[in-house]
């Protein structure tokens, strides 16, 4: 089995994470997606990683939990290099990381139910008998804000923001330690990214669980990450505390970045009467 | 018309064309090949379809010959179906360079006419029914696997079936829980298309005289009445009941087909002979 | 001067699953020149509004009540009169620049039909009426633009030649739905500047969107759209500074900046929506008397208009 690496205060360490694509005949042209990429999250933490579509960043979180096999470079989880290890042994850290996609469309299996959405990772580790299983799927769903009686319903029967919940709950079945979420609200409504934001954030703080965040909106980042890292057509150009980052952007495309997020604030206007009403 | 009447239109006749083949001995309790009457005697109240140039009951031979017909039709099909979409999901979902030499080894083989190449490959050995049923299913499969491949190649490629992955699933649980599942309906159409190809394949082959003449089914039925005269004397009733079944479940199974294209929208190849 | 009066307007969808009540009973008044935003989160119906207004809905759409425009009423108008008034009097910007543009078209041709289509010039001056409009648009070389496929185009680029295509007949309205949908920050703020450039400036807008940044930066007046019905109108800085309607307050408070405060629940669905407010189930203010009675648009402060029971 997996060691218990409980103690490990880094939870994921990226060192020179290259990934070259290439193509064509006699794979001729070359792409590099991301470029001698190091970073580190420590157990607990939230990084957020922010760039624009095209910048590599969606790969880079795929790299992390090696459903991308990167070029060069290697990947340390919880003290262990995932990059060596054959198929079988990487099926066993499965369990540990887990991903959240952008699109809550394409993210579930449209033939499975909720039930069966959330009931495969424990029917593939068979941890539990069919009664717990059935109790367990309705704690997680309870977990996510979902009620029972969708257990039975599909996809398309279901909203964008409950699909996402029902991923996050398949996610969760296997108690995973890291998660990466790639732009996982993307797509949906503001104010249901907002309920899914805030879900991800209060499950986070009950089970210390070290997180990912990929995003290109940064003012999403600002709220959500810790600490920040912004990548630029396949390198990180910066990282550092948000709060450091956000208000004292040093590389030249993070300002842009950063004077674009503050414009799009000021047109909304700094007086707001948000609180209650009268 | 709507595509759903032609649905249930497709699968009645279907249901009553099969239905006949496994009544066949209540229908004709003489069997096939009994000489029940006088030769090439119109239809009357004994043979409501009249008799053949050696007096057999044209509607025996019809209804047993039903059941020879269906099975070769539909058997080949399902062995076709079956290699396609194990070879298809398996070359989609790993792709690398055992795809891309399966695709050229493909690309090679599909110009060349199932019918011809059928014809050439009995020359060398006579083979009987099942032998040519079994060879009609593998090399029906050939054409399937390219359309099978395409459907999950963009059913593979979706973020579920990566979320699969990454909860820890195996490559045989992904492909037989999570991606046959998807690409059915495509199955299910294949299915349907190519029982009627293949099933029209087998009369015309059973026509030319590929396997025993003595077996009775509707190739062997328009051959004879063909050769012995039946055309040419006008014998309406000899032609045209073998005719008219082949092209009645052809066209059942076309309505069938027809009415699967809308539930989803692969651009399908219809392969014709 | 009023430009376009919608009154009473309901569609109502027909579908297997029963009634679909996208829009239900909505009064709006558009004047001329002005930059008017419908703001609402998805499934509230603002696109249906767009598409009534050009005439665009499926057939198994109902539609009851009036769209005013010039003395006309849109809702009645044959399909005839529709053609001469799409494109030339009341442009489109569409939803999805991925599906709206013609993949074997070019670009510069897609553009340049609709000026053919209303005859507003020979077809030799069309091509080159096509390109300066999009060199005007930020295309470098539009000559070259002109000529190429929508494939080859980023999103940022295709949205500026979807605004092309409904500005090419210089219209005097211009609908624009989800304009900055799937762009990158800093892509959405030159579309954005681009539109209040080119299309604000000398024409009336009607913005439906999701974007609360989109609204404040281009609209003047703010509609709040929930469940088929308006909840809130009044000038956009004014809306959006002091809100009113307890649903306005709860998008704003779950903008990131703000913190991401939630807003419990989810949207009625429109097969059965609830009898009194549709809002009560999310309330954080709800009394009793708002899950049995259907509020109305009450006037508020000056030109504000909405409809909740807090206000009565």
Redesign the interface.
């Known amino acids: 089995m997996v060691p218990d690496r409980s103690g490990v205060s880094c939870m994921i360490k990226l060192d020179g994470i290259t990934k070259i694509y290439s193509r064509g005949f006699l794979r001729q042209q070359k792409t590099v997606a991301v470029n001698n990429v190091t970073l580190s999250i420590k157990r607990g933490e939230t990084l957020g990683l922010v760039g624009e579509s095209g910048s590599g960043k969606s790969t880079l979180g795929?790299i992390a939990?090696r459903?991308i096999e990167p070029t060069n470079g290697t990947i340390r989880f919880e003290g262990t290099d995932l990059t060596g290890l054959s198929g079988k042994e990487l099926?066993?850290f499965?369990?540990r990381?887990?991903?959240l996609?952008?699109?809550p469309d394409?993210?579930?299996?449209?033939?499975m139910t909720v039930r069966q959405c959330v009931e495969?990772?424990l029917a593939?580790?068979d941890r539990t008998g069919p009664e717990e299983t059935e109790s367990r799927i309705l704690d997680l769903l309870e977990q996510v804000g979902l009620t029972p009686d969708l257990i039975d319903r599909y996809p398309f029967e279901i909203s964008g923001g409950q699909k996402q919940r029902v991923?996050l709950a398949?996610?969760l079945t296997?108690n995973p330690g890291f998660i990466v979420a790639d732009e996982p609200t993307a797509a949906l409504d503001l104010s249901v990214q907002a309920q899914v934001l805030s879900l991800i954030k209060s499950i986070q703080k009950r089970t210390n669980l070290t997180l990912l965040f990929i995003s290109h909106d940064l003012q999403v980042i600002g709220q959500m990450s810790d600490r920040v890292a912004v990548m630029h057509k396949g390198s990180i150009v910066e990282q550092g505390a948000t709060q450091d980052v956000l208000n004292n952007p040093q590389d030249p495309y993070t300002r842009q970045l950063v004077a674009a997020a503050r414009e799009g604030e000021a047109w909304l206007g700094k007086t707001r009467d948000t609180g209650a009403v009268h | 018309m709507s595509r759903k009447v032609l649905l249930w239109i497709g699968i009645a006749v279907l249901c009553i064309y099969i239905g006949i083949a496994l009544a066949a001995p209540l229908i004709a309790p003489q069997g096939p090949i009994a000489i029940t009457g006088k030769p090439l005697q119109p239809p009357d109240s004994q043979h409501p379809f009249g008799t053949n140039e050696v007096g057999q009951d044209i509607l025996a031979q019809l209804v047993f010959g039903a059941r020879i017909t269906l099975l070769y039709g539909f058997c080949s099909a399902l062995l076709a179906v079956t290699i396609s979409t194990s070879i298809g999901i398996v070359l989609g979902y790993y792709g690398g360079i055992v795809d891309e030499i399966a695709c050229r080894v493909i690309d090679v083989v599909m110009p060349i006419p199932m019918f011809v190449l059928l014809i050439v490959l009995t020359t060398f050995f006579s083979p009987g029914i099942v032998q040519v049923s079994l060879l009609m299913g593998l090399m029906g499969s050939i054409y399937g696997i390219r359309i099978m491949r395409a459907q999950v190649l963009s059913v593979a490629r979706?973020?579920?079936v990566?979320?699969?992955?990454?909860?820890?699933?195996?490559d045989v649980?992904i492909m037989s829980r999570?991606i046959l599942?998807?690409v059915m309906p495509l199955v299910m159409v294949k299915f349907v298309s190519s029982s009627q190809q293949l099933l029209l394949m087998g009369v015309g082959l059973s026509f030319i005289g590929i396997w025993d003449t003595t077996t009775v089914d509707w190739g062997t039925m328009i051959q004879n009445a063909y050769s012995q005269g039946g055309l040419a004397l006008g014998l309406w009733w000899w032609i045209l009941p073998p005719g008219l079944a082949v092209i009645g479940v052809s066209l059942a199974l076309a309505m069938i087909g027809y009415s699967f294209e809308d539930k989803f929208n692969p651009r399908v190849e219809v392969n014709r002979i | 001067m009023e430009l376009i009066r919608i009154a009473g307007l309901k569609v109502i969808f027909s579908t297997r699953s029963g009634e679909i009540r996208a829009v239900d009973m909505v009064d709006l008044s558009i004047n001329d020149g002005d930059s008017f935003c419908l703001i609402g989160e998805s499934g509230c119906g603002k696109t249906v509004m767009g598409m009534a207004v050009m005439g665009l809905l499926p057939k198994n759409a109902g539609i009851t009540g009036t769209i005013r425009y010039r003395g006309q009423d849109l809702v009645a108008a044959p399909e005839h009169n529709m053609q001469q008034i799409r494109g030339r009097e009341i442009a489109l910007i569409s939803q999805n620049s991925a599906n709206a543009l013609n993949p074997v078209m070019r670009v510069g041709d897609q553009i340049a039909e609709s000026l053919l289509i209303h005859q507003l010039c020979p077809a030799d001056k069309a091509w080159e009426q096509t390109v300066q409009l999009l060199g005007t648009l930020g295309f470098e070389d539009p000559t070259q633009g002109a000529s190429w496929y929508p494939h080859e185009f980023s999103g940022g680029m295709r949205e500026r030649i979807l605004i092309a295509l409904a500005l090419i007949c210089n219209p005097r309205i211009v609908i624009a739905d989800e304009p900055t949908s799937g762009l990158d920050a800093q892509v959405k703020t030159q579309i954005l500047r681009l539109m209040k450039d080119r299309v604000v400036n000398g024409r009336t807008l009607l913005l439906i969107t999701h974007d609360l940044g989109a609204a404040a930066f281009l609209s003047t007046r703010l509609a709040v759209m929930y469940a088929g019905e308006i909840l809130e109108t009044g000038p956009t800085k004014e809306v959006l500074a002091r809100p009113l309607h307890p649903y306005t307050q709860g998008l704003l408070a779950s903008l990131p900046s703000a913190g991401l405060h939630p807003i419990p629940g989810l949207s009625p669905s429109p097969a059965h929506f609830p009898a009194g407010c549709r809002f009560s189930d999310r309330c954080p203010a709800v009394q009793d008397r708002c899950r049995g009675n259907h509020p109305v648009m009450i006037a508020a402060h000056g030109s504000r208009q909405v409809r909740c029971l807090l206000y009565d």
């Open positions: 795929r939990l459903l099926r066993k499965r369990p990381m887990q991903i996609f952008q699109d394409t993210a579930l299996d449209p033939r495969e990772p593939i580790w991923a398949r996610v296997l | 979706t973020s579920f990566e979320g699969a992955r990454a909860i820890g699933a195996s649980r999570h599942p998807n």
